[in-house]
């Protein structure tokens, strides 16, 4: 079992943070967005959320993708 965490956006992200996910996370931060971010883990993968809309996923395949929340 993996543990999530939690961190502002803009300071460093934690340990726990796979470092596959910081550069999409650095780019979406890029934008001069606030909040914080969430990482959760999902079937073994990573997915960061940062509650001001967006989200930083490690797809099936080991892509990583930034993108606005899919409802």
């Known amino acids: 079992m993996q543990l999530g ?3 502002a956006a803009g300071a460093e992200p934690p ?8 550069p999409a996370i650095a780019e979406v931060e ?9 990482l959760t883990w999902l079937e073994g993968r990573a997915i960061a959320e940062l509650d001001a809309g967006w989200e ?3 797809t099936s395949t080991g892509d990583v993708i930034a993108r606005p929340f899919q409802d």
Do not use: M
Not at 15 to 22: G, Y
């Open 5 to 7: 965490t939690r961190w």
């Open 30 to 38: 890029s934008r001069g967005l606030v909040g914080h971010w969430t």
């Open 15 to 22: 340990a726990s943070v796979p470092a596959l996910l910081r």
């Open 56 to 58: 930083v996923v490690q």
